[in-house]
């Protein structure tokens, strides 16, 4: 499968962006989904992740209440409504699919990337 992210861009402090990860190839429906960050000499780290059915959503402490994962499995797209933004939110984004649940939080246990999106947040 290959995702392609988009939407990011350079917001102040407070606003809001919502990025996109469309994907080809194979149906997203098959896979979970998840959103990972990378800021300027950090190491990639896990933002939000959301099961095959939609049922289960994770978030990083750091985001919750702000950030809202979501599907659209006929649309073959995955979601990330980031509200509130913070200085500190400012990374390139980048989409992953195929997990095993139990290891969502691992970026090398994701099978499929997206290229990255870069979100600036301004103070």
């Known amino acids: 499968v290959q995702l392609q992210a988009s939407g990011g861009g350079l917001v102040q402090a407070g606003g809001s962006l919502r990025l996109s990860c469309a994907a080809s190839?194979?149906?997203?429906?098959?896979?979970?989904m998840g959103w990972f960050r990378q800021a300027p000499g950090k190491e990639r780290e896990f933002v939000a992740a959301?099961?095959?059915?939609?049922?289960?959503?994770r978030y990083t402490d750091s985001v919750k209440g702000r950030f809202t994962i979501s599907r659209d499995n006929p649309k073959n797209t995955v979601y990330l409504q980031m509200n509130s933004l913070k200085p500190q939110d400012t990374a390139v984004y980048y989409c992953?699919?195929?997990?095993?649940?139990?290891?969502?939080?691992?970026?090398?246990?994701?099978?499929?990337w997206g290229q990255g999106t870069l979100v600036t947040v301004s103070s």
């Open positions: 190839g194979r149906t997203v429906r098959a896979y979970s």
């Open positions: 959301i099961s095959v059915a939609s049922t289960t959503t």
């Open positions: 992953a699919a195929g997990v095993n649940w139990s290891r969502y939080m691992e970026a090398a246990s994701w099978g499929y």
